[in-house]
């Protein structure tokens, strides 16, 4: 555990500084689109964010490399190097993105080039999981489709949530500590001769990048991470769910304490609950309008909760805590007993779901009162 906790930060701290330089060089070269009517900021604010995050992941997980304990992950593993390398093709994409707002067909093309660098040199989803029992891939061609779409698809999620101050690095950074000890806890019950896991680090490097970015993220914005900093969380979110589902044939959370297989199915979907939903509920929105899925509009979840009467900081709180109790809900299942945990998830969604509405009840009210 303090392994990983020193690599995230490590990431925190390279993150901070490497964002405040960015802030910097985003002024002074005026780096930045103007502005557009669906975005919720009235003065130009630099997009460079992603390259900040980006900096603090590449230099910790270098650091790992060489550091005691994690370092055993990258002994006779590509890997590591392959999610990273990933990373930059994506990070690139998107600074050309923030940049120059280039065709969504080219920015496409380029996630794709970044799923491939994945799913080819990197991590493949060597299972698809499922219930009672999880279906092996063989074919490699297959794995290396399925994976790099899982990764597109988890990108462009993240990519659309992204519309809010602080809204998806927080996000991140809940999935991703709920994520974190999940895997974590998996590797330190087995029975293993090697503890240390590539899902672990990923996951812990990350969540120090977008802490360290968050300071300078929260509303009033400083900065934006931009398309290169929602993608690349995409990317690695997605990269860590690949390698937690492809650890279910192996057996291990079997020897984790009788820590069920379905734990590595629901918890990569209760993380990326919300920003699965919103990209869905866009594509058939802007479908059915007879639009691109690709086309910008101010339809996401977290426009809703303004329109009904949430100030800004408050409906990012509100997606934080349903991203909590969805996130962290999944992991309880892994400890307590699933009765139990179904009982309170059910309680916290009812809760939750009676607070988040409640602006729009209460205004209903007063219109049939009146």
Known sequence: MIMYLLMGLTAAVVSYFATWGARVVGHRLELHLPIRSRDMHSTPVSRLGGVAIFLGILVALIVASQSFFVRDIYRNNFSPWGVLAGAAVIVLVGVADDLLDIRWWVKLIGQSAAGLTVAIWGVQMTIVPWVPEAIYLENETLRVVLTAGLIVTTMNAFNFIDGLDGLAAGVATIGGTAFFF????VHRN??????SDLATLITAVLVGSCLGFLPHNWFPSKIFMGDSGAMLIGLLMASAGVVSTGQITSGLYDRANGISTVIPILLPFAVLFLPLLDLGLAVVRRTARGRSPWSADRGHLHHKLLDI????RTAVILMYLWTAILSFGGLAFAIFPWQIVLSIDIFATLVMGLITAWPYL???GDETRA
């Open 309 to 312: 009467g949430y100030s800004h």
């Open 362 to 364: 209460a205004r209903r």
């Open 182 to 185: 999940t895997a974590y806890w």
């Open 190 to 195: 087995a029975v293993l001769l090697d503890y």
